[in-house]
């Protein structure tokens, strides 16, 4: 019992040395966005008066609800792209036997372990490329570098690969029989697909979902090279609060609390729905 109980002790200061960890970044990022310019510029502690202000000024300063608006359009048209083209992916891959079809599988899953900053320079080259040779070919305008669909065309290539390896394993957990009877009342293999499977995947395709916005909200990376002023996204316009003559660090934290909060709420309502997918994406591929 002695033995028992030092273990529930060690394994609780270990979660809390691990919630510590996790908490600190987000506890300090909303103490400096409380703080003035030069309380945040010196490394202070803690504000001597909290400044409720900063959360008004991020709003005057810079255009901050025009990059909100670019972070929404962006993730949600991301996340819709990648979810359709993973969807009916990774059923195919839990359903159907194919030449290849473990090659695929296993090239889906490799792709993860290459780090992305590997594609930013061929991926905007090709960009460029592409926009001459249409100007020249076909004498059209269309621009990949500095629009929206430049950037959702990355994302969504970025995300399709692991969206349908967590899918892929959540198709699989589904019993094979309940899409045989449907088939045998009379359902075309579609309206099986749509009106069995789908309702039951639900969990998983919610999760994958919100893996993918959560994960495009984020990147600052790629958004920060294939687009402009007019199309900058919430990471990209908050590193305008430092440089350009200025440097209010407690912007930035105020700015990076307040596009902290939609993602955090969103996060909560699905929390339930997350841990179900990736589990079952995880146990049974």
Not at 18 to 45: C, D, K, R
Request: charged fraction near 10%; include cysteine; charge should be neutral.
């Amino acid at each position: 019992m002695r033995e028992e109980r030092w273990v529930t002790y060690g394994a609780w200061v270990v979660l809390v040395l691990i919630l510590t960890l996790q908490l600190f970044p987000i506890a300090w990022m909303v103490n400096t966005s409380l703080m003035t310019q030069l309380e945040a510029a010196t490394g202070s502690l803690l504000p001597k008066t909290p400044r409720w202000e900063n959360y008004l000024d991020i709003w005057r300063v810079l255009p901050f609800f025009h990059y909100l608006k670019n972070s929404l359009l962006v993730c949600s048209l991301t996340t819709l792209f990648a979810l359709g083209i993973a969807t009916l992916a990774g059923y195919a891959l839990a359903r159907f036997r194919f030449p290849g079809a473990e090659l695929f599988g296993g090239s889906v899953l490799l792709t993860q372990v290459i780090p992305g900053i590997l594609f930013l320079i061929p991926i905007y080259i090709m960009y460029i490329a592409f926009q001459n040779w249409v100007r020249q070919a076909l004498g059209l305008e269309i621009r990949l570098v500095g629009t929206y669909p430049g950037l959702i065309l990355t994302y969504t290539a970025f995300f399709v690969p692991i969206s349908i390896w967590i899918l892929r394993g959540f198709f699989a957990s589904i019993p094979k029989e309940l899409e045989e009877a449907a088939l045998v009342d009379g359902a075309t293999p579609f309206q099986a697909f749509r009106q069995v499977i789908l309702p039951l995947a639900l969990p998983g395709i919610a999760a994958t979902a919100v893996y993918i916005f959560l994960t495009a909200w984020d990147e600052l990376l790629f958004a920060q090279i294939l687009t402009n002023e007019a199309t900058a996204t919430i990471p990209v316009g908050i590193r305008n609060f430092v440089g350009n003559y200025q440097n209010r660090y407690d912007l930035v934290m105020a700015a990076a609390t307040v596009a902290t909060l939609p993602v955090l709420v969103l996060f909560f309502l699905v929390q339930r729905w997350l841990i179900q997918g990736l589990t079952a994406g995880a146990v049974k591929g």
